[in-house]
């Protein structure tokens, strides 16, 4: 996996959808320079925007493998 091309198109397109994000984990340490091995991306949304960001990452080729109150979690058959 691209985790950089990956985080690129997820940026764009949670933007285009005016899905407010941030990025957390270990991905946003090493982007702050702290050396982190991960192989996942981690993003922090309104719970609003839960239903949104469902629908964007399934049009990209996620499943959604997990749902709580406050967590989702996502899979991808390109990985």
Known sequence: MDIIKVT???SKELSARKIQYAL????????LGVARST???DFLVLGQDVPKL???????????????ENVSQY???FI
Do not use: C, H, P
């Open 8 to 10: 690129s198109i997820l």
């Open 24 to 31: 957390i984990g270990g991905f946003a340490m090493n982007a």
């Open 39 to 41: 192989v996942d991306i």
């Open 54 to 68: 469902n629908t964007l990452l399934e049009s990209l080729g996620y499943s959604r493998v997990f749902k709580s």
């Open 75 to 77: 899979t991808s058959q």
